[in-house]
């Protein structure tokens, strides 16, 4: 089974997109910060009153297109994102100041260190090789009591798999997207199918 890309938008209560990325799996799900201005808007109205829009593509080249142009016709329609670029690359166009460098490096090593002391290579071996291409840890039990208290916390949560959208939010999101190319429900032609495979 090939990979689902997509394009997801997270929108404030009222329907209002205010970041946009591209996902795989359940990332367009996982509130987690991706910059401090995206995490304040989280917590201004907190993560069960977060709605998560998802837009399915055909190829991860697409689904970056799509980013850009979504990034863009937002912010065109007067919508203020939280986006730290204009999509199309993730993290990886934003570059860090040598300061932010500097403070990211203390603060890792502060992670590794275990009472002044840093962590042996091999202690760091064996966790690199036990979350090698897992970066949740699955594959970890779950104690059944924990995975019970963890299955009542997202009972009823608005942002998990599922979760219909207001009417209101459907149509300012429909209206973001007229006229593009890259909405939901526009088939591309032969030959750009054939391009991005």
Request: aromatic letters at 6%.
């Amino acid at each position: 089974m090939s990979k689902q890309f997509y394009v997801y938008a997270h929108c404030k209560p009222n329907g209002d997109p205010f970041y946009v990325g591209k996902g795989l799996l359940t990332r367009a799900y996982n509130l987690k910060p991706r910059n401090p201005h995206h995490m304040n808007v989280v917590l201004k109205y907190g993560t069960d009153n977060i709605s998560v829009c998802v837009f399915p593509c055909v190829s991860e080249s697409h689904a970056f297109e799509s980013e850009i142009a979504l990034i863009a016709q937002l912010r065109g329609l007067g919508f203020t994102l939280t986006n730290m670029t204009d999509g199309g690359e993730g993290a990886s166009g934003l570059v860090h100041s040598p300061e932010t460098i500097a403070k990211r490096s203390k603060s890792l090593k502060a992670t590794f260190a275990v009472r002044g002391k840093v962590n042996p290579q091999s202690q760091r071996e064996k966790v690199r090789i036990t979350s090698r291409g897992n970066k949740n840890c699955v594959g970890r039990v779950i104690p059944e009591e924990q995975r019970r208290k963890i299955s009542e916390k997202l009972k009823g949560n608005k942002c998990a798999f599922g979760h219909t959208l207001s009417d209101d939010a459907r149509a300012r999101i429909s209206a973001a997207h007229i006229g593009s190319k890259h909405a939901l429900g526009h088939v591309p032609s032969s030959e750009v199918r054939a391009e991005w495979s």
